[in-house]
């Protein structure tokens, strides 16, 4: 099976392109955008400002672009991963920024935005997909839903019951599986003896399509075709995009130690960023003024973000009672008085 | 009318009223579930609103959270509480937390029906009453029944409920019990125990069947004038302390009965409960009267593992010693 392919690394165009000049520079900036989010997520880990971090440079396009292929009111299921993507779908900046800070309104996006808080459990989301999508198309919608998940992901036996799910229901359901090659320290090849993880797709009677998954055009065609299926009505999609973790796994992981450091060079010359870049100076839609402009209103969107979410104010101690059920229980309000007597009006 | 049918009822009254209510499960369609507690709701509803699906427990939990989060109440079958550790990680990992990690922004009201218990020499694995593993979860609430009035009305209220609730159904006391059941919408409140029998010499705390023995417990007590006032706790999770601890102090002496096993179980609950809060009422130390930290014996010596009314005459008999 050969990925579909658009762009070559150079970025030139190998067929018809699915998008635009203007589209391709808003994903262009998107992905830039995407990519500064995660070096300042990195930075603030290292200065203590933030948890533990899981890095998603080199897996730019497969989050815009297969995300780009929604509609707004579309679902969203995805993973730690998967900050670019979210955002895309409308999950703001600082609610990501948020979550990694360790506070719960961080998984709380504004109404409206039908993504759910990132799966920090690896697999189990997928079939959460399934089922948003099943009460969407049961209630008459022709909404769909997306999720996206790593290659590890894949041996996880909720990755089986999901696929089987959507392939008995028909559900609306568009798999994004990034191979980003290493599930923490252990690489593709040991997850699964599969030659490809879209063939899956053919045993649950749905199908596969592999893609390279650092070409935005690629990805952004594939993507749409799926969710086109699924908003007709004719059954979910597997998608195969092959993509690279260029960090590590997250900041508290150290890939030196499994990964050697010549691998990257190769996909360094595959980066997404890049290959659009390249395709956009070869139509004359790109200039170094314009970039410019991009990288810093980035950059200002992202320090906005983090001020937002550094300035809220942190939970008070009896918080977590109020959110555990709709109204605390009775014994809930208990314990939350025994807390505030035992920290001695500290809260 | 029967809790099979009492169910029934309460799934039909359910389907027919709130365009919302779907349910999932294996072979709850066409043959009604291996109990016939949804029997003929298939044909009466559609086989979009009543849907036999795949062998995959934590498949269908995990639809079923989609379905109730993007605004469906669905309503899940488990076949066996032996089977719904499959489903485990769904319940605790994404059913019972998506209100806290999302601040209140998305929410799973969802009900999972699972037969619970003993008494029927059932196989491997059929017998289970493994409560507690879900009363310790936080985020969802957990119900057991012991008659059918209470199924029903337990039944509407957890549907109607905004947070997901486990709701455990005795299998021995599906046809063994009949009682007059109210026609239509009626609930009983979750969170909330009630005092099904007075008395006065003792408290007997039960749910599930083991609420039948209690009752007939408290019987025969009253034939050596020993007054037992039986309370039916209905709700595992939350627990009625309130209820439990007006008793204990009014009657001195408490005997937890708990088919489930016997460390960290909810008949350990109650004794926690009646120590922190009616200490001083007591006469005589907390009786537990429960299954054994064993797996559940198969059907030759399961009468062993489940209490019956000797064992909790005995408890009894305990709190009354000098």
């Not at chain 1, 509609?71 to 779908?89: F, I």
């Not at chain 1, 993880?197 to 952004?220: R, T």
């Not at chain 2, 706790?233 to 016997?262: F, N, Y």
């Not at chain 2, 399961?302 to 008999?317: T, Y």
């Amino acid at each position: 099976m050969e990925p579909v392919r658009i762009l070559d690394f150079d970025g030139r165009l190998l067929g018809e392109s699915p998008l635009g000049v203007e589209e391709i520079r808003r994903l262009f900036a998107a992905m830039v955008t995407a990519r500064a989010y995660d070096h300042k997520a990195s930075a603030l880990q290292l200065q203590g400002r933030l948890a533990t971090y899981a890095q998603f440079e080199g897996q730019e396009a497969v989050q815009v672009g297969g995300a780009a292929a929604l509609r707004p009111d579309d679902w969203l299921v995805a993973t730690y991963r998967d900050a670019a993507a979210m955002w895309m779908q409308g999950y703001p900046w600082d609610g990501l920024f948020l979550g990694r800070m360790g506070d719960e309104r961080g998984g709380s996006p504004p109404p409206g935005v039908n993504v759910l808080p990132p799966s920090i459990t690896v697999g189990a989301h997928m079939i959460h997909a399934v089922g948003l999508g099943w009460a969407e198309r049961l209630r008459g919608s022709d909404r769909v839903a997306m999720t996206f998940f790593g290659d590890g992901a894949t041996s996880e036996g909720d990755f089986h019951e999901a696929m089987n799910f959507a392939g008995v229901y028909r559900t609306p359901t568009v798999f994004v599986c990034e191979n980003n090659g290493w599930a923490i320290s252990m690489s593709r090849d040991r997850q699964t003896a599969s030659e490809t993880i879209a063939q899956k797709a053919d045993a649950y009677g749905m199908p596969g399509v592999l893609v390279d998954g650092n070409d935005l055009l690629a990805m952004f065609a594939v993507a749409r075709d799926a969710v086109g299926r699924a908003r007709r009505g004719e059954g979910a999609t597997l998608i195969e995009a092959l993509t690279h973790r260029m960090g590590a796994h997250t900041t508290a992981d150290d890939a030196g130690r499994y990964r050697a450091e010549e691998t990257l060079d190769e996909w360094r010359l595959r980066d997404p960023v890049d290959r659009v870049r390249r395709h956009l100076q070869a139509t004359e839609a790109w200039s170094e003024a314009w970039e410019h402009d991009v990288v810093s209103t980035a950059a200002a969107e992202i320090e906005a973000a983090v001020a937002r979410a550094e300035g809220l104010a942190p939970f008070g101690p009896g918080a977590a009672f109020d959110r555990t059920y709709a109204r605390p229980t009775t014994d809930l309000e208990a314990q939350r008085t025994a807390l505030l007597r035992d920290l001695g009006g500290e809260g | 009318m029967n809790m099979a049918r009492a169910l029934n009822d309460a799934l039909a009254v359910a389907l027919a009223e709130d365009e919302r209510v779907v349910l999932l499960g294996e072979d709850i369609g066409r043959t009604g579930g291996v109990f016939r507690v949804t029997d003929g709701l298939q044909e009466r509803f559609g086989e979009h609103r009543v849907v036999d699906t795949p062998v995959a427990e934590s498949g269908i939990v995990g639809a079923a959270f989609g379905m109730a989060v993007a605004g469906l109440r669905p309503v899940v079958e488990i076949q066996f509480l032996g089977f719904s550790y499959p489903a485990y990680d769904q319940i605790v990992s994404h059913v019972g937390r998506i209100r806290n990690r999302s601040n209140h922004r998305f929410t799973a009201p969802m009900v999972i029906r699972i037969p619970f218990g003993g008494g029927i020499g059932a196989a491997e694995h059929h017998s289970e009453s493994s409560e507690a593993i879900y009363a310790h979860t936080p985020g969802i609430k957990v119900v057991a029944p012991g008659t059918p009035a209470a199924a029903k009305g337990l039944l509407l209220a957890a549907i109607e409920d905004p947070d997901p609730v486990v709701f455990l159904e005795p299998i021995r006391v599906y046809r063994a019990i009949k009682e007059e059941v109210p026609e239509g919408r009626y609930t009983f409140p979750i969170g909330v125990a009630e005092v099904v029998r007075a008395g006065s010499d003792v408290t007997l705390v039960a749910y599930g069947a083991m609420l039948r023995d209690a009752l007939q417990a408290a019987g025969a007590l009253e034939g050596d004038g020993v007054s037992a006032e039986v309370i039916d706790l209905r709700t595992l999770a939350p627990l009625d302390a309130a209820t439990v601890v007006a008793s204990a102090q009014k009657t001195g002496r408490v005997v937890a009965i708990s088919e489930g096993h016997r460390t960290v179980g909810i008949a350990s609950e109650i004794a926690a409960l009646v120590q922190e809060r009616a200490l001083y009422s007591l006469l005589a130390p907390v009786e537990r009267v429960t299954g054994w930290d064993t797996v559940v014996p198969l059907k030759r010596t399961e009468r062993h593992h489940i209490p019956g009314v000797g064992r909790i005459v005995a408890a009894v008999r305990r709190t009354l010693e000098d």
